[in-house]
């Protein structure tokens, strides 16, 4: 009886699966709009949830330091929140405090050049007239209808004018639609960042309560996998975290190390800016990259291919040396897979995609790699057979004999 109601079960699954399945290919619109609208309603958790796991990582090494004074074990937590807050506070402020005032100089260094322009303008207006007459002349010898084209120049315009006119309501309705979407994504953002303060607070009984889920409605076997596969996520995301702020950190200091040695401008500035975008894995530097060489040429056009080139040598350098080995060995992941990860994680979901990829392949890694470990212990391979075997030297060649001289016998002399 027990295996028949297990069937049918198992057969009602399968059904419901397969009209479930039916139903959103007929319906893809339908189903795209629904999850579309389940994504934005769960959108301040999610975000709420990355909140909390970048910040949990500083948090948590704060929380280390404190020790572990059962007196002050409910201080803990809030003062180790309160110090991370601090913290990361302080780095963007003191990242701000470099960039901004940076800002202010180039843009001062553009306004200069500007009056620069208009001071040699009157210059350049004199040479122009000098040269009217030149002109003229060789207009009057060009067969042009000038009726035809005064036409088309009205029309031009006339077309042009009502552009502007359709553009000025739709850019009325696009504004309002602008702050429509500001005011919901500020929103989202303040719903998230109390979400992941509740989280940070709380993680513990979180935590236990989603163990007690898991055990409660699984069995011990799934929950006990399920618990292990989450525990290495986390670690490997974490670690990649760690790793990914530590590279950043590494090539803005290359740049402001090297920059003043060839008499570079804004050396901090650019150092600051290449680091903070390169917290997007691969690319990011490059937004630096144009950041500073724009620039630059502001100042000198030469020195702004001189750095264009010294960005190319450094990010061969980072590319291949740097970023490979540090956070491929912070997430336990060789260093080819990792620039595998972050080539398929841009083509499939661009920038956020190279910031998954690279964790979520490590963990997949780890995962088949103890699997392999496991269906080699089952079948009891031999070591031996698991390593390369080095080429074999080719066997010597066999000595050669020397052929025994003929004997003089039966030759005829010579005359």
């Not at 401008?265 to 937004?287: E, N, R, W």
Request: glycine share 8%.
């Amino acid at each position: 009886m027990e295996f028949h109601k297990k069937t049918v079960w198992t057969v009602a699954a399968a059904a419901f699966a397969v009209l479930a399945g039916y139903w959103g290919l007929q319906n893809l619109t339908l189903l795209g709009g629904a999850l579309r609208a389940m994504v934005s309603l769960i959108a301040p958790f999610l975000l709420g949830c990355a909140v909390a796991f970048i910040l949990n990582v500083p948090m948590r090494a704060v929380e280390r330091r404190m020790g572990t004074d059962k007196r002050t074990a409910k201080l803990r937590r809030p003062v180790a929140f309160v110090l991370t807050l601090a913290l990361v506070s302080g780095i963007l402020a003191l990242a701000s405090l470099v960039i901004v005032p940076s800002l202010g100089e180039a843009v001062s260094s553009v306004s200069q050049q500007a009056q620069a322009f208009f001071t040699r303008l009157p210059e350049m207006l004199t040479t122009l007239e000098t040269r009217l007459p030149e002109l003229k002349t060789a207009l009057q010898g060009l067969d042009i209808e000038w009726t035809d084209l005064s036409a088309k120049a009205l029309e031009l315009l006339r077309d042009l004018g009502e552009r502007l006119v359709n553009t000025g309501v739709g850019g009325v309705l696009g504004g309002m639609s602008f702050v429509g979407s500001v005011v919901s994504g500020v929103s989202t953002f303040f719903i998230g960042l109390v979400f992941a303060v509740y989280l940070l607070l709380q993680k513990e009984k979180l935590g236990r309560q989603i163990r007690q889920i898991l055990y409660a409605l699984l069995p011990e076997r799934a929950a006990d996998q399920i618990l292990s596969v989450a525990d290495l996520a986390n670690r490997t995301f974490s670690n990649f975290l760690s790793g990914q702020c530590l590279e950043a950190v590494i090539l803005g200091s290359l740049f402001i190390v090297i920059m003043p040695i060839f008499k570079m401008p804004y050396a901090v500035l650019v150092g600051v800016t290449v680091a903070l975008t390169a917290l997007i894995p691969i690319v990011g530097a490059f937004i630096g990259c144009a950041v500073g060489a724009v620039l630059i040429l502001l100042v000198n056009p030469v020195q702004a291919l001189l750095f264009i080139v010294l960005f190319l040598v450094i990010q061969q350098i980072e590319g291949n040396l740097i970023y490979p080995h540090v956070v491929g060995s912070s997430v336990g992941l060789p260093s080819i897979w990792v620039l595998v990860a972050v080539i398929l994680g841009g083509k499939l979901m661009g920038i956020l995609g190279m910031l998954v990829f690279i964790p979520l392949c490590s963990v997949l890694y780890a995962l088949f790699r103890q699997y392999v470990k496991d269906r080699l212990a089952e079948r009891k391979i031999p070591p031996s057979k698991l390593r390369p075997q080095p080429p074999q030297a080719p066997p010597p060649a066999p000595p050669i004999q020397k052929r025994p001289p003929k004997s003089g016998k039966g030759k005829i002399p010579k005359a």
